[in-house]
């Protein structure tokens, strides 16, 4: 019950953040939104991309689900809903960027790297969902057979976010709107256990920094 309370709490601060301390900005968005970014990020509880990036409402369009994965075209009716919502963006709302944003310690990677698979007879949602990520699984266990479980995961966290890019790039409206120069396509990594964001560099292949640490860690 105290949890209750604690979200009704909340939403008393933001409406008297919002609608007593400044009114303006839901007045403004009362007919409308207008998002200049669309953000796929995961459901993971620790990672809010508003209260990452510091956005206020209005400011990001943002779809969120397990390893924030971005299917293939050909997925099926049941996988359609964040390839909606990206169509949306794109041509509704006329975003000018999409950024995929993944994070360390993710449960949806773990899983995959795990390859739990249940044994009770009913259908795994969760499998069948982290199926998106399996080419990045099988990059990393053929390019890394000696390293350690951490290192494949942080490896298979990054290497899906690629998977999710290169899923975008096959949507036809998003594939219009990069060859006209009016999107672009990010990907970007959160390193929650140092605190820092990382932002995948073409030219070098890799994650690069672009928000470091403020400090690091000693073993």
């Not at 909340?10 to 939104?33: C, I, K, S, T, V």
């Not at 510091?54 to 369009?61: A, E």
């Not at 976010?161 to 990594?189: C, D, K, M």
Request: hydrophobic share 40%; charged share 25%; glycine share 8%.
């Amino acid at each position: 019950m105290r949890d209750i309370e604690r979200l009704i709490d909340g939403f008393q601060r933001f409406q008297q953040q919002y609608y007593e301390d400044a009114p303006a900005l839901y007045r403004n968005l009362r007919d409308g939104q207008h998002p200049s970014t669309m953000l796929v990020g995961c459901c993971d509880s620790r990672v809010d991309p508003a209260m990452l990036l510091g956005c206020d409402p209005g400011d990001i369009f943002t779809v969120r689900n397990v390893a924030n994965l971005v299917p293939p075209t050909s997925a099926d009716r049941g996988l359609q809903g964040v390839l909606a919502a990206i169509q949306f963006a794109v041509e509704q709302l006329q975003v000018s960027r999409i950024i995929v944003l993944g994070h360390a310690q993710c449960g949806g990677i773990r899983t995959l790297m795990e390859g739990r698979i249940r044994s009770d007879g009913e259908t795994d949602y969760l499998e069948r969902w982290m199926d998106i990520a399996e080419p990045a699984r099988e990059r990393v266990l053929r390019q890394m057979p000696l390293a350690s479980d951490a290192d494949r995961r942080r490896a298979c966290e990054q290497a899906s976010i690629l998977i999710s890019l290169r899923n975008l790039e096959e949507l036809p409206f998003v594939r219009r709107g990069v060859q006209a120069g009016s999107l672009t396509l990010h990907g970007w990594y959160f390193d929650l256990v140092a605190g820092a964001l990382l932002a995948y560099s073409p030219r070098a292949d890799s994650f690069l920094p672009i928000v470091c640490p403020l400090f690091t860690e000693h073993a």
